[in-house]
Nanobody, 120 residues
Framework: QVQLVESGGGSVQAGGSLTLSCAASGYTYSTYCMAWFRQVAEKPRDMVASIDNDGSTRYADSVKGRFTISRDNNKNTLYLLMTSLKPEDTAMYYC??????????????WGQGTRVIVSS
């Protein structure tokens, strides 16, 4: 079965950096679009960044220029490098395997989440 396991969350001061990782298993990793979503409190989960199977990337406006999504198809791992972190980046971050090869914003599977806290 599909498994997505995130790691790398934690507490950091504003202006700092963190790198999230997501280890994927149970399917052909290189085939599918992968993405990071985040959720603040009880608000809806929002897409932060996505990467197609060919490496094309998309970002939410709020993180453009600060976050970088990447994937290693040999290691079945997804990454999110977060720099210049702001308190408003505080959230639970989720690794997502979308339903299709190309990113359409349609989540198929979710990881358990990793929490990021940015203090001012």
């Amino acid at each position: 079965q599909v498994q997505l396991v995130e790691s790398g969350g934690g507490s950091v001061q504003a202006g700092g950096s963190l790198t999230l990782s997501c280890a994927a298993s149970g399917y052909t990793y290189s085939t599918y679009c992968m993405a990071w979503f985040r959720q603040v409190a009880e608000k809806p989960r929002d897409m932060v960044a996505s990467i197609d199977n060919d490496g094309s990337t998309r970002y939410a406006d709020s993180v453009k220029g600060r976050f970088t999504i990447s994937r290693d198809n040999n290691k079945n791992t997804l990454y999110l490098l977060m720099t210049s972190l702001k308190p408003e980046d505080t959230a639970m971050y989720y690794c997502v395997r979308e339903r299709y090869t190309y990113c359409t914003g349609t989540p198929g599977y979710w990881g358990q989440g990793t929490r990021v806290i940015v203090s001012s």
